[in-house]
């Protein structure tokens, strides 16, 4: 839990709002990992792993 804390908080800080929401939904437990769909960038062009789409 504190290491959520610590994440949520480097998150807010970088304005990562994506992030920071998949955190929150953890730490209340309304979290579901599987996604429904493809992830894309901006672009279009597709995110293939986890760290890419941490980082959009």
């Known amino acids: 839990m504190e ?3 610590t994440q949520a ?3 807010a800080t ?3 709002q ?3 929401y998949k955190i929150t939904k953890q730490i209340s437990g309304k979290f ?3 996604s429904t769909g493809p992830v894309k ?7 293939t ?3 890419e789409i ?3």
Do not use: F
Not at 41 to 47: F, N, R, S
């Open 9 to 11: 908080e480097a998150a």
């Open 41 to 47: 960038d901006k672009q279009g062009k597709l995110l």
């Open 49 to 51: 792993t986890e760290k």
């Open 3 to 5: 290491e959520l804390a």
């Open 14 to 16: 970088k304005r990562k």
């Open 54 to 56: 941490e980082e959009m």
């Open 32 to 34: 579901k990992s599987a």
């Open 18 to 20: 994506g992030r920071l």
